[in-house]
Structure formats: C-alpha cells, structure tokens
C-alpha cells in the first residue's frame, strides 16, 4: 500500500457541483507557493460561486484552497500542523446562501519529492513549479517526514500521508478523492 496520496476534491459524477467563479480580496496572495506570507490577508476572503446550486465540496482548489471546518479539523487530528487558514466567505449568487464554514488555507511547506527519474513526466526549465507529471513517483526519503505538503516538483500537487487519510476517511467526509502518486496527472 502506499505510504502517500494525492488529495483531490472532484466531486459526485451524478450531481452538479458548486465551484468558484471569483475570489475578491486575496489576489495579491500566491496560495501555492507554499510559504507563510509576509503581508496580513485580508478577511474575510470573499468567494463568489459560479450562477449554479450544486453541491457544496469538502475542498476547492482553484487559485486558492478552500476547505471546510470539517475537513481541515480532521486533517489536524490526523496529525497535520502545517496549515495557516483564514476566514472565507462563500456566496452562492442563485440561492443569496452565505458560506462560512470554510477557511482559505495556505499549506506551509514545499517538498521536493518527486523521484523524477522513475515518474513519467515532463520538466520545463526549473522543475520547482513547472513538471507535468502523467505518472508520480515519490522519493519517500525525501518526505522530511511531513503529514501534508505541496510537492515541489507541480505545486498544484496536495501529498497526504496515510494516517492522515484514513483519519479523514474516519470523520466519513464525502467528495474527496485519493489519488495514487503513479496514477496522479498534474
């Protein structure tokens, strides 16, 4: 079994799912660099939905990550300290519904993980940012033991351990998905 996952939020196949058209007040903020920022964020962020009703997700991760409360206190009873959340405000513009319940959080910590020997992948220029990965392997020496970070290599790129997972799993939040590292595209 793998000691890693991927963590992305691609919602029911059956059902409409809400998703982010505008984020107001955070864009001076780069969400993925993965680094505590040296300026105060605004609050709280002002997110509007897209003009649909779908389904609310556990995690949005457009220009910047939403989570709800639920998940980011799972994942800090699995173990995670690395997360700097912020209040967000999501509106959805069909039904005038205020969202509260949701942070803006900055993951701290990029790793460079990726066994970019063994994965299939594409590197342009620095791979710090820019790897397109069909295909991850992870370097687990590499890790520096860390529960949840942004990979290096493709920032877009969310690693959860799998203690970490199986404690999210536990608290039953749906909608999340658990991609192995080898069948990962990002």
Same mark, same amino acid.
């Given at each position: ?5 991927? $963590?992305? %939020? +691609? ?13 107001? /007040?955070?864009? =001076?903020? *780069? ?51 690395? $997360?700097? %959340? +912020? ?13 509260? /319940?949701?942070? =803006?959080? *900055? ?74 590292p080898e069948e990962w595209v990002g």
């Amino acid at each position: 079994m793998a000691s890693y996952f991927i $963590l992305e %939020c +691609y919602g029911p196949d059956e059902e409409q799912r809400a998703s982010i058209d505008t984020v107001d /007040n955070a864009d =001076a903020l *780069n969400w993925i660099l993965a680094e505590r920022f040296s300026q105060p964020v605004p609050a709280p962020i002002k997110v509007t939905l897209n003009a649909n009703d779908g389904v609310m997700m556990p995690m949005f991760n457009p220009s910047i990550l939403l989570m709800s409360d639920d998940l980011i206190a799972a994942l800090v009873e699995g173990g995670v300290d690395n $997360l700097d %959340c +912020y209040d967000a405000e999501l509106f959805n513009p069909v039904t005038k519904t205020r969202f509260t /319940n949701y942070k =803006a959080v *900055n993951i701290i910590g990029a790793v460079a993980a990726a066994d970019l020997g063994k994965s299939d992948c594409t590197v342009y220029n620095e791979p710090r940012f820019d790897v397109d990965f069909d295909s991850l392997t992870l370097d687990e020496t590499k890790t520096r033991g860390l529960l949840m970070f942004r990979l290096a290599e493709c920032v877009t790129g969310i690693v959860v351990h799998e203690s970490v997972k199986r404690c999210v799993e536990r608290h039953g939040i749906a909608h999340l998905d658990w991609v192995l590292p080898e069948e990962w595209v990002g």
